[in-house]
């Protein structure tokens, strides 16, 4: 400064007419005085090199009739001189380099404070900023006049009273719903319902400030909204915009307005496939082998140990005894129990085996077996994040919805950068490439998600734990004058449970049927169908060893009732026979009279 205000001396000095006073000297004149003053530095320099010394004239020129033509004889010297040039401007730090024509350090910026006087107002420096100082006290250091003519600054802070903003929102049911509305004049106009119109209404009556709602694009993404601010083209922008550290490196945030976390949305799953032997799927085909071979195997030995000793066997042939011996083994193998008992130490102590078998068996197949029908009631293609870790779905089946948190996510997490995925641009092309199966899966929040699949797309749902927990902010400008009004009163919000209140009243509707609490109580036939089918078979089975058992006395029975029945005929023809023999001589007897009357 100390430069300039010599420089402003000697126009005065010597151009008094035309000399405008220093606050009405353009910017622009400024970096045109440093480069003037650059010239003049660099020509000092070179003038007074010892190279130049034995010249006649270090200012000389190839001359030629056309001024354009002349060339400056010592013109490579000169731009090394201006190279070397390094001194504090009017502008701010003057220094070039080589292979580059602007200068290398930044800018410099007095900053006036306004103070007025009887003369009108004055601009008087307070603080410089250079680079790569930053901020500092000029050397004559002048003392700042606030608001009032006072010396003492103000305190509070800036209140959004009667402040008009340009508020971008963007669709997004139920934070913000777009209605078309007709009035009597046949004039559609747009209406906004949700979380977030409530929201700004509340704002607008505690706060005071007229919002102007600026609708996004149908394409247009969550980033871009967030650049909107950044660039001007909206004050602040309000929605289920999550808070992350690409977005705050352009803009600030308020406090939370709601907590959020990312959910994996895909399709309902059908009705279990039919599996009549479903019920065998709680062993292997190993285990089932050994539980029949230790079965029949403990059959033998019982059959060998009490064959000789117990009663219930004694008088049987050695087959009859070796079924027997066996059904004992599978009856307490099952837990039911025989319907006789061991005789000696030896059986006793086997039947001891088997009741401990019994009780390991018939509990793990009892466990698996509600297991497997629990998981074969609601069973996804996906149970959560960790699948699609691992890779259980095919990248392009996995649908990503570009410039929202999601993508953020899976380029993070998943595909370590690689934008392999599905690409999605609105929300309603997700929902409808998920229904019309191009995907199987996709990332949705976790508010928006619960709303959609109880009340819009009931054939949808949410699998797995939310995950990538965040929350939801109002985008700000960075170190906006008015950011502490507005997070006051969202505190003030949130303490009262207004936040609260508008979440219960958006998000806890539900219009879709809970097919979950109406199908969890009650198993369907096909779970068991393979059981029956085998019961069935057994049930034939015992009636047709019954009839084979009792094949003797079913032949005595059948023969009993032949006799009877001819016997019953013969004694009925026989009762005939003599009927009609008394109805003959009857009538003979009546002949004879009639003719010894007529004799």
């Not at 305190?155 to 007709?182: D, E, F, M, N």
Request: glycine fraction near 6%; charged fraction near 15%.
């Amino acid at each position: 400064m100390t430069l300039l205000n010599e420089a402003y001396k000697i126009w005065q000095e010597y151009e008094n007419e035309t000399y405008p006073e220093p606050k009405n000297v353009d910017y622009y004149a400024l970096f045109a005085f440093d480069a003037t003053w650059s010239l003049i530095k660099s020509l000092e320099a070179l003038c007074s090199s010892t190279i130049n010394n034995a010249s006649s004239s270090c200012l000389s020129f190839n001359s030629s009739s056309f001024c354009y033509d002349s060339r400056f004889i010592q013109s490579n010297l000169l731009l090394n001189q201006l190279d070397k040039t390094n001194f504090l401007g009017v502008s701010g730090p003057i220094q070039f380099g080589e292979n580059q024509t602007d200068r290398i350090s930044g800018s410099y910026y007095p900053i006036k404070n306004v103070q007025s006087s009887v003369y009108g107002l004055n601009y008087v420096s307070v603080l410089e900023y250079a680079d790569p100082d930053n901020f500092r006290v000029p050397l004559q250091e002048n003392t700042i006049v606030w608001p009032g003519n006072t010396l003492t600054p103000p305190t509070g802070r800036a209140s959004l009273k009667g402040v008009t903003l340009r508020v971008g929102i963007i669709q997004s049911v139920p934070y913000t719903i777009v209605q078309k509305t007709t009035d009597s004049n046949g004039q559609t106009t747009l209406e906004y319902i949700g979380f977030i119109p409530d929201l700004i209404e509340r704002l607008k009556t505690n706060i005071g400030f007229n919002p102007i709602l600026q609708l996004a694009p149908s394409n247009q993404t969550y980033d871009g909204l967030v650049e909107t601010v950044n660039k001007g083209i909206n004050d602040i922008a309000i929605g289920d915009i999550t808070v992350n550290s690409k977005r705050r490196k352009l803009v600030g945030f308020s406090n939370a307005i709601s907590e959020t976390s990312l959910r994996l949305i895909i399709r309902n799953t059908p009705d279990a496939n039919l599996d009549l032997f479903g019920f065998l799927k709680p062993f292997s085909v190993n285990l089932w082998l050994l539980v029949l071979a230790t079965c029949i195997s403990s059959g033998i030995l019982m059959c060998i140990i009490e064959r000789k000793d117990n009663e219930n066997l004694t008088d049987r042939s050695v087959s009859s005894q070796l079924i027997m011996s066996i059904w004992y083994s599978f009856a307490n193998m099952v837990g039911y129990g025989a319907d006789f008992s061991a005789s000696n130490a030896a059986g006793r102590l086997l039947t001891g085996g088997l009741y401990i078998l019994s009780l390991i068996i018939v509990a793990s197949y009892t466990a698996n077996l509600t297991s497997n029908l629990t998981l074969a009631k609601s069973q996804f293609v996906i149970s959560g994040i960790d699948d699609l870790k691992s890779g259980k779905i095919q990248s392009s089946r996995v649908g990503v919805r570009v410039g929202t948190v999601g993508e953020a996510y899976y380029l993070s997490h998943i595909s370590h950068g690689n934008k392999n995925y599905y690409p999605l641009t609105t929300r309603q092309s997700l929902y409808d490439n998920l229904l019309a199966g191009n995907i199987d899966v996709s990332f949705i929040d976790d508010g928006i998600g619960t709303y959609v699949t109880n009340n819009v797309y009931c054939n949808l749902t949410l699998v797995g734990a939310g995950f990538d927990i965040g929350v939801f902010g109002i985008v700000t400008p960075k170190q906006w004058l008015y950011a502490q009004d507005l997070d006051v009163t969202l505190l003030s919000l949130k303490e009262t449970g207004y936040l609260d209140d508008l979440i219960q009243k958006w998000f806890a509707v539900r219009k879709c049927p809970d097919s979950q609490t109406t199908t969890s109580n009650a198993m369907g036939v096909e779970a068991v169908g393979g059981l029956y089918i085998i019961y069935a078979v057994i049930y034939i089975l015992s009636i047709v060893l019954f009839l084979w058992i009792k094949r003797l006395s079913v032949k005595s029975v059948l023969f009993d009732s032949k006799l009877r029945k001819k016997f019953q005929n013969k004694r009925k023809y026989s009762t005939r026979t003599n009927s009609e023999k008394n109805s003959q001589q009857r009538k003979n007897h009546q002949m004879a009279l009639q003719n010894c009357g007529h004799f």
